[in-house]
């Protein structure tokens, strides 16, 4: 059974830096892409990031790229998004998700950024 | 960038009824990499349809999905009272893999 399980959401400051991982099992990890899409509290699904298996591809958002990166960690089937510079519009609850299509999703990881 | 525009906003119809769902893209899809997903309050996205026309694994025949190109539509044959919920469409054939804004199928 594929299974996606984020994790490292949390309240954190504007301009502040969190980093979300995603442990991903029931599939070969390796073998596919992965992304992160975000959904700002009563909002619609934003894609974020996208990587593909071997990390050859990497593509951001045009509201995230300088300040997010996306990595993975094959040998520990994990995915991760490193969030810097972080502002309040950044709020949301963070789903990662095998790609692509997206057809599997983890619960998601919620991220407020506030002072 | 490939915008998606989803009709109508929100569709108010009954257990039973037939629902059309349409989302036009302000550029042509490349390969028909067009997809549709239902969310739920308080759940992820589950993917509904991919390739434009394909169901995913374990989604009802009552879904279905059409077009190509620029113009889309997700069919849902008759309403059962689990598919009010919103739904999203997605192109996926170049990044950014742009979502549309959704349509809400609430009950009548």
């Known amino acids: 059974e594929v299974q996606l399980v984020e994790s490292g959401g949390g309240l954190v400051k504007p301009g502040g830096s969190l980093r979300l991982s995603c442990a991903a099992s029931?599939?070969?990890?390796?073998?596919?892409?992965m992304a992160w899409v975000r959904q700002a509290p009563g909002k619609g699904l934003e894609w974020v990031s996208y990587i593909s298996g071997i990390s050859t591809y990497i593509y951001y958002a045009d509201s995230v790229k300088g300040r997010f990166t996306i990595s993975r960690d094959n040998a520990k089937n994990s995915l991760y998004l490193q969030m810097n510079s972080l502002r309040a519009e950044d709020t949301a609850v963070y789903y990662c998700?095998?790609?692509?299509?997206?057809?599997?999703w983890g619960q998601g990881t919620l991220v407020t950024v506030s002072s | 960038e490939i915008v998606l525009t989803q009709s109508p906003g929100t569709l108010s119809l009954s257990p039973g009824e037939r629902a059309t769902l349409s989302c036009r893209a302000s550029?042509?899809?490349?390969?028909?990499?067009l997809a549709w997903y239902q969310q739920k309050p308080g759940q992820a996205p589950r993917l509904l349809i991919y390739g434009a026309s394909s169901r995913a694994t374990g989604i009802p025949d009552r879904f279905s999905g059409s077009g190509s190109g620029t113009d889309f539509t997700l069919t849902i044959s008759r309403l059962e009272p689990e598919d009010f919920a919103v739904y999203y469409c997605q192109q996926y054939g170049s990044s950014p893999f742009t979502f549309g804004p959704g349509t809400k199928v609430d009950i009548k």
């Open positions: 550029q042509t899809v490349s390969s028909s990499y």
């Open positions: 029931g599939f070969t990890f390796s073998s596919y892409s």
């Open positions: 998700a095998r790609a692509l299509p997206f057809d599997y």
